[in-house]
C-alpha cells in the first residue's frame, strides 16, 4: 500500500493484556504459543501494547517485504533489540547502524566471498571427523553441545585462524547464562541502567568473552594474516583510503570479532540439533537421506563439489529451518512513519516478524506441522510467496554468513549420518527459548550406534 492511501481508523485487532506488563509477560512465559495464538486470532496485522511501547505483528509475507526489503530505510534495529543484544555483542555489524554497519560490513564481506567459502569446506568435515573420533557406539550425548563445540571451532579457524580449543568451555558457558538471563521480565520491563541479577549475570558472561576474544586480537596483532577477519579490521579500520579516519577502537574490533564468534556457531549449531531431533522423529527421512549418502559419497568425507548432488540433504537442512527456525523472530522499529495494510506504523512502536509463525502458515505449506523435505522442489519454491521463508531476514541486513552457514550445515550433516544413527532417549522434549534464537532449555540427548 502507498502512503498516499487512506488511513484505516484506530488500530489493528490484538490481544488485550495486563495493566502495565501489558502482553510481555504472556509472551514470555509460553512465547510460540502466544505469536502462533495472535497470528490465528487476529490475522495478518495484531497490535498490542507492552510496557515498551505499541507492538505490531506482522504475519503476512507481504508485509514482512515491505519492512525488510522495499521500505527498509524507514527502519532500524531499534532500542528493544538493543537493550537485549547490545551488553554481549556491543556495536557489531548485527546491531550497528548507519556508516559504522557499512564500513564493517565491507571489511568483513571479503571472508564470505564465495571463493573464500569454498576454501572453508574440506576444514568444516574435517573437524566434524575428528569430533566423531570421540563418539563411542551406544553412547548418550548432548548433540547440541557436540553442534556448538565443532561449529565454535570452525568459525574460529575459518575467520580467525586460531585453534580455541581451550576455550570451547568459557565461550560455550557464557553464551549458555547469556541466554537463559535474557528471559528475565526485568530484563524487558526495568530500564537498562537497572542492575538486576540478569543483568549482572550478562555482565559475567561478558567478561569471560572478553578474555577470550582480546586474546584472539593480541595475537592477530602480533602475527597478521592476509585474509583472516582481524587482521583486515586491524588494516582497515586505519586506512584513511577506504573512508576511515581514525584506526578503530579495540573495544569497536572486540565487538565485531565477538558478534561473528557467536552469531557464527550459535545459529547453525541449533539448525543441525533441531535437524537432529527431526530426523529422529521421522525414520523414514533419515533413511531416505542415508541412502542418498551412500550412493553419492560411498563411505568418503563429503566435499563441496558434492553437494550439487546431496540434494535431498539440502531439502532436509531447508526443512528444519523452515519448522524450527533457528531465530524464531526479527524485529524492527520505524524511524520515519509507514503505512502497512493501511495502518500508520509510527516512530516508537515495534514491529515484529516471527519465522517461527510464517514458516508453519498452511497458506504456503501444506501439512505445515509435518517434517517432508520432499516438498521442497523448484515448482514449489517458484510458487512460495517472497518472505514465506525467509530464515537468514532479509534486504540489506540479511545475514552475512548466510552462505556459510548453508554449506556447514549440509557438510556436518553428510559427516555425521553417513557414520552414525541417533536416537532419542525416551522422554526427551523440546523445550525451546524465544529470544534470540530457538535455544534449547534442556540438553537433547541421543544415542549414538555406528552404521
Known sequence: MSDGEPLVD???????????????LAFLREPYEFMTRTAQEYGDLAYWEDPGGPIYQLNHPEYIEQVLVQRNERYVKGDRFQNVLRPITGNGILNSEGAVWRRNRHLIQPAFHPDRIREYAEMMTEFTDEALETWKAGQTRDVHEDMMEVTLKIVARALFGADVDEHVHAVGSALEEFMAATESLAHFVLPPSVPTPARLRI????????????ALIEERRANPTENDVISKLLEGGSNAAEGNAAPMSPEQIRDEVVTLLLAGHETTALSLTLTFYALAKNPHVEERLVTELEEVLDGRLPTMDDLSELTYTERVVKESMRLYPPVPGIIREPVKPDVIAGYEVRPGSTVRMHQW???RDPRWYDDPLAFRPERWTDEMEADLPKLAYFPFAAGPRRCIGDRFAMLEARLILATVYQRYHLELVPGTDLDLRATITARPKHPIPMTVYER
Open 203 to 214: 555482565r559475567r558472561a561478558r567478561e569471560r568473552l572478553d578474555e577470550v576474544v582480546y
Open 10 to 24: 484506530g488500530q489493528p485487532p490484538g490481544p488485550d493484556g495486563l495493566p502495565v506488563l501489558g502482553n510481555q
Open 357 to 359: 509463525v510464517v514458516h
